[in-house]
């Protein structure tokens, strides 16, 4: 049983910073990529950034590029997101995605429960 759990959300001042971090805990069974989506109130869920495991290759949204960093803590199965110059627009319930070397995502139970981030003005 693999288990995502997300932290490091709260409160921030636009043009602040903050970090926000998804641990993996349990057999993984080999990691092929983590992510970080988000979703607002009455909105589609947005991906936000990706990072490879077997190439260190990270992606982002246009939305966020060069504001967010995407990374990997050390050799431990935790994907963290550094934001940076966050917006109000930014505001979101953020949640992580983890896919397994054939490419296939967690089911359900193992799905966080996400971390809420504000962006004042």
């Known amino acids: 049983q693999v288990q995502l759990a997300e932290s490091g959300g709260g409160l921030v001042q636009a043009g602040g910073s903050l970090r926000l971090a998804c641990a993996a805990s349990g057999r993984t069974g080999g990691i092929f990529d983590m992510g970080w989506y988000r979703q607002a109130p009455g909105k589609a869920r947005e991906w936000v950034a990706r990072l490879s495991w077997t190439n260190g290759d990270a992606d982002y949204a246009d939305s966020v590029k060069g504001r967010f960093t995407i990374g990997r803590d050390n050799g431990k199965n935790t994907v963290d997101l550094q934001m940076n110059s966050p917006k109000p627009r930014d505001t979101a319930l953020y949640y992580c995605?983890?896919?397994?070397?054939?490419?296939?995502?967690?089911?359900?139970?193992?799905w966080g429960q996400g971390t809420q981030v504000t962006v004042s003005t």
């Open positions: 995605d983890l896919r397994t070397l054939d490419r296939r995502r967690l089911a359900p139970d193992s």
